[in-house]
């Protein structure tokens, strides 16, 4: 009945099920194991109608045209542009660390250690914290310094468990020393977020003929993996030899034959107040204080601004054990997690046309415009 099943409808799943039902005609099924889509995007308005994200802040940027267009078939845009502020001890600088930063901290010196980092990296560098504490001027380690010290270290540790040092580089990568005076958080050419929220967004893309979402439906309720049996896959009991494109944890579809994959959960604290702003900006991090990492007011990212009241979220990190109702958000990638990840994988490997795609799925930290060109080029080549 079905030419491909799709397990979980998040941007890789949803992209995925439109582009083989749009491009190729296929019948798709999209199993979901929670009650509704989106994966980690969903969105919906809460009590007060503000619109929230339900699994944390999600903010699109992307430089690729390809993924715009494609994205802007299914939404409109809000144009936010998202700022960030680290409360550092009660006042407030601008994240990443770039050159407006470097003027609040370092005041009279600023202009002499501008045209330092200038003259070493060049205008608009984003250059990694941990590439800037390796320089051999005394200067540039000065600033590299504070920057470990006041920005990275703390927040590093709450999120991961581990300083900045001990986890992979690409992570701190992600939030350069920005050497411009451009406060927003990102510098992709395209930015915003869907005008009504993500939700409608994935409803319009899953809305096509072909498609089936069933929700609240595990996948291992409808599929059996055994990639040393005859029929490796089983939709429903009977021989399924058409697609498989799998975004869950690939551990837990094996029972955790080879232990578990370690990701990083979180708890969200949601919290509404009377009053029309609770802080500065939409997303202000706690780098130096507190338990949570961040928090996120949602009436700048929705647009929302006029709204009376105000919902806001904190992240609190913590391990991911696989107990019921935990969410696994981060893959952390290692060599030995790695190691254990390419173990799976090669299991799924002898599995004809079943693929892996997404953060889970994958194990790797991709952000959306990333999956979404992924999940193109998967269905695309299919
Ligand atoms: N990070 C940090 N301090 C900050 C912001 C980020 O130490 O103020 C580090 C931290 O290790 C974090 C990583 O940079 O996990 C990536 O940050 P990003 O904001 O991209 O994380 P996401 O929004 O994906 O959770």
Redesign the pocket.
Known sequence: MYDSIVIGSGFAGAVAARELAEQKGQRVLVVDSRSHIGGNCYDRPDEYGILIHQY??HIFHTNSERVYRYLSRFTEWYEYRHE?V?NIYGRELP??FNLNTLEMVYGERAPHLERLLVENFGEGARVPILELMNHEDAELQEIAQYVYEN??????MK??GKS?KE?DPA??G??PVLLSRDNR?FQDKYQGLPLHGFTPLFEKMLDFEGIDVRLDCEAKTVLTIAPEAEHPVLFEGAPFTGNVIFTGALDELFDCRFGRLPYRSLRFDFEHFDRQFYQSHGVV?Y?VSEDF??ITEFKYLSGQLDLPGTTIVREYPMPYQGGGGEIPY?AINNEENDGLFARYKELVGRIPNFYLLGRLAEYK?Y?IDAIVERALDLAGNL
């Not at 920005?151 to 590093?156: A, D, Q, R």
């Open positions: 944390g802040p960030v680290g994240i990443p920005i990275f270290l703390k927040y590093t999120q991961w900045p986890i992570v701190s992600r939030v958080y991090n780098t990492t961040r981060y930290y952000n």
